[in-house]
């Protein structure tokens, strides 16, 4: 029905900018939200920033300032620009989408694959 595919994640050095990206396709008449999710190694998975369908942002305390989520309705993307980048901030990012599929009201929530990121010196 839906399909995600990101791009955007490497290896960087502290301080550098990393932009990852996340298109979805398929059978979409509307998203009601996206984000992206990190996971690092012996954590649990965290909401790192989302966007609402009206634009509302949303980000957990630890990359305010430094990274910006943003949206492409017409291409029903969504981007992370990361700033900043510090070593805490190494982790699988992985976005996620909510989107109604039918004018109906059934709706599809689904993840991408998962982009690494990696911040070292």
């Known amino acids: 029905q839906v399909q995600l595919v990101e791009s955007g994640g490497g290896y960087v050095q502290p301080g550098e900018s990393l932009r990852l990206s996340c298109a979805a396709s398929?059978?979409?008449?509307?998203?009601?939200?996206k984000g992206w999710y990190r996971q690092a190694p012996g954590k649990r998975r965290e909401l790192v920033a989302d966007?609402?369908?009206?634009?509302?942002?949303n980000y957990i305390d630890s990359v305010k300032g430094r990274f910006a989520i943003s949206g492409d309705s017409a291409k029903n993307t969504v981007y992370l620009q990361m700033n900043n980048l510090k070593p805490e901030d190494t982790a699988v990012y992985s976005c996620?989408?909510?989107?109604?599929?039918?004018?109906?009201?059934?709706?599809?929530?689904?993840w991408g694959q998962g982009t690494q990121v990696t911040v070292s010196s």
């Open positions: 996620n989408f909510h989107v109604l599929i039918d004018s109906d009201g059934t709706t599809w929530h689904g």
């Open positions: 398929g059978r979409i008449v509307s998203v009601i939200d």
């Open positions: 966007i609402s369908g009206d634009g509302n942002t």
